[in-house]
C-alpha cells in the first residue's frame, strides 16, 4: 500500500511538472472537433482535465474500497469474537456439567462407603453377641454337667458310707472345654471378619471400575 502510495504521487509529480514546462502549448487553442461541432479549445488543458478527473475517481474508488474492506474486517472480527465467546461458555458450561457429575459420583460412593460400613459393624456386633451368647450356653451347660457329676460322685460316696473329702484345690477358672470354645468363637469371628473385609474390598473395585468407565461414556466425545 505505500509503494502504490509513492508510485502515484511520483506519477502525479512527473504530470504536473511536464505540463508547467508546457504550459504555454497546453492552453494554445486548436480546432477540436465535438461530433458535427467544431470548436477551438486548449487540447492539452482538456486533456490535462481529463486525467485529473480520472485521478480523483481513481482515489476516490480506492478510498471506497479501502473502507468497504475495514467494515468487512470488522463486521468479520465481531464475528468471531462473538463465536469465541459463545465457543468459551459452551466450554465452561462442559467443565461444569463434568464436576457435577464427578462430584455426585464421589458423594454416591461416599454414601455406598458409609452405608458398607455400617452393615459391617452391625453384622459384627451381631455375631459377637452370637458368639457371647453361645459361649455363655456352652458354660451353662458345662457348668450343669459338672454340678451333676459332683452331685453323682457324692450320692456314691454317702450311699459307701465314706465320708466326703473336700480336696484343697483351687477351682479352676475355666475348663478345657469353655477355652476350646471360646477359641473356636474366636476363630469364627476373625473369619467372618475377613470374609467381610474380602466383600467390601471387592465391592471398592467394582465402584472404582465404574468410575473409571463413567467419564469416557460422559466425557469430550459424547459433548464434541
Same mark, same amino acid.
Given at each position: 500500500?505505500?509503494?502504490?502510495?509513492?508510485? /502515484?504521487?511520483?506519477?502525479?509529480?512527473?504530470?504536473?511538472?511536464?505540463?508547467?514546462? =508546457?504550459?504555454?502549448?497546453? !492552453?494554445?487553442?486548436?480546432?477540436? /472537433?465535438?461530433?458535427?461541432?467544431?470548436?477551438?479549445?486548449?487540447?492539452?488543458?482538456?486533456?490535462?482535465?481529463?486525467?485529473?478527473?480520472?485521478? !480523483?475517481?481513481?482515489?476516490?474508488?480506492?478510498?471506497?474500497? #479501502?473502507?468497504?474492506?475495514?467494515?468487512?474486517?470488522?463486521?468479520?472480527?465481531?464475528?468471531?469474537?462473538?463465536?469465541?465467546?459463545?465457543?468459551?461458555?459452551?466450554?465452561?458450561? #462442559?467443565?461444569?456439567?463434568?464436576?457435577?457429575?464427578?462430584?455426585?459420583?464421589?458423594?454416591?460412593?461416599?454414601?455406598?462407603?458409609?452405608?458398607?460400613?455400617? $452393615?459391617?459393624?452391625?453384622?459384627?456386633?451381631?455375631?459377637?453377641?452370637?458368639?457371647?451368647?453361645?459361649?455363655?450356653?456352652?458354660?451353662?451347660?458345662?457348668?450343669?454337667?459338672?454340678?451333676?457329676?459332683? =452331685?453323682?460322685?457324692?450320692? #456314691?460316696? =454317702?450311699?459307701?458310707?465314706?465320708?466326703?473329702?473336700?480336696? =484343697?484345690?483351687?477351682?479352676?477358672?475355666?475348663?478345657?472345654?469353655?477355652?476350646?470354645?471360646?477359641?473356636?468363637? !474366636?476363630?469364627?469371628?476373625?473369619?467372618? #471378619?475377613?470374609?467381610?473385609?474380602?466383600?467390601?474390598? $471387592?465391592?471398592?473395585?467394582?465402584?472404582?471400575?465404574?468410575?473409571?468407565?463413567?467419564?469416557?461414556?460422559?466425557?469430550?466425545?459424547?459433548?464434541?
Amino acid at each position: 500500500m505505500r509503494t502504490r502510495t509513492i508510485l /502515484l504521487v511520483v506519477a502525479i509529480l512527473l504530470v504536473a511538472g511536464f505540463a508547467a514546462l =508546457n504550459w504555454g502549448e497546453v !492552453v494554445r487553442p486548436t480546432t477540436l /472537433l465535438f461530433g458535427p461541432i467544431a470548436a477551438d479549445a486548449p487540447l492539452g488543458l482538456i486533456l490535462l482535465t481529463l486525467l485529473a478527473l480520472t485521478l !480523483v475517481l481513481f482515489l476516490v474508488s480506492s478510498i471506497a474500497m #479501502r473502507t468497504q474492506s475495514l467494515i468487512d474486517y470488522r463486521q468479520h472480527h465481531k464475528t468471531l469474537e462473538a463465536q469465541r465467546e459463545l465457543a468459551d461458555k459452551a466450554e465452561a458450561s #462442559r467443565f461444569v456439567d463434568l464436576r457435577q457429575q464427578l462430584d455426585t459420583h464421589l458423594k454416591e460412593m461416599r454414601e455406598r462407603d458409609a452405608i458398607a460400613a455400617s $452393615e459391617f459393624d452391625k453384622a459384627m456386633l451381631q455375631t459377637r453377641r452370637e458368639l457371647q451368647v453361645q459361649m455363655e450356653q456352652i458354660n451353662r451347660t458345662i457348668a450343669a454337667r459338672m454340678t451333676e457329676l459332683e =452331685n453323682r460322685l457324692d450320692g #456314691r460316696v =454317702n450311699r459307701m458310707g465314706v465320708p466326703p473329702v473336700t480336696p =484343697n484345690v483351687p477351682p479352676m477358672q475355666e475348663s478345657v472345654a469353655a477355652r476350646e470354645a471360646r477359641e473356636a468363637g !474366636v476363630r469364627e469371628e476373625e473369619r467372618i #471378619r475377613q470374609d467381610s473385609e474380602r466383600e467390601q474390598r $471387592e465391592v471398592r473395585r467394582e465402584e472404582r471400575a465404574t468410575a473409571a468407565d463413567k467419564p469416557s461414556e460422559s466425557g469430550w466425545r459424547k459433548w464434541f
